[in-house]
């Protein structure tokens, strides 16, 4: 199962990776906006995309209008994410045949549930989420040793806060409550 993740902060693509990667899904891609995104999927077969609805250059609004005019892509899945939860935006989604809609911040565990809908699983589980891999790919490095240990609990955590997201560059306060949530529930499981 190959799925093109598209948004244009990094953060929340590597965030949708981390969840993905949880669930068990390995072929993952990703492009910062709706052209390269088009580009990708001009060139390559993918099962499943995931997009940001607002990015430069080309909106995830856009990149569905335009698949859904190619003919050899125009049935590729393609599930929005945004902030947004305006009837309208909704609705001229709709207008163009996406497959479904969710919006941020949302957990692990919803957009298992928006797959479910979409009929998509993964093929194979993978054994172990590697929290480590993930905090380092974010720049959260420092957070690591938390998790070298098997007894992980809130307390042998540094206590991450919003404001620390915000200084290593994650600009979106609804990104920031995305992944301390998405931090929280690996602790919890």
Do not use: C
């Not at 199962?1 to 965030?15: A, E, K, P």
């Amino acid at each position: 199962m190959r799925i093109l993740i598209v948004d244009d902060q990094s953060t929340m693509r590597n965030l949708i990776k981390g969840m993905l990667g949880k669930m068990g899904f390995s072929e993952l891609d990703e492009a910062e906006d709706g052209d390269v995104a088009l580009n990708k999927l001009k060139q390559e077969r993918y099962d499943l995309v995931i997009s940001d609805l607002h990015m430069p250059r080309m909106s995830g609004l856009d990149l569905l209008k335009e698949t859904r005019s190619i003919q050899n892509i125009q049935d590729t899945p393609i599930l929005m994410v945004t902030t947004e939860s305006s009837k309208s935006a909704v609705l001229e989604a709709i207008k163009w045949r996406v497959n479904g809609y969710i919006v941020k911040p949302f957990t692990p565990e919803t957009l298992g549930e928006k797959l479910k809908k979409l009929g998509i699983a993964a093929r194979g589980t993978k054994s172990e989420f590697r929290i480590e891999e993930w905090l380092n790919g974010l720049g959260l490095g420092e957070y690591t040793e938390a998790f070298a240990s098997n007894d992980i609990t809130r307390e042998s955590l540094p206590e991450l806060t919003s404001d620390d997201l915000k200084e290593i560059g994650v600009a979106s306060l609804g990104h920031r409550k995305t992944l301390i949530a998405a931090i929280k529930d690996q602790i919890l499981n």
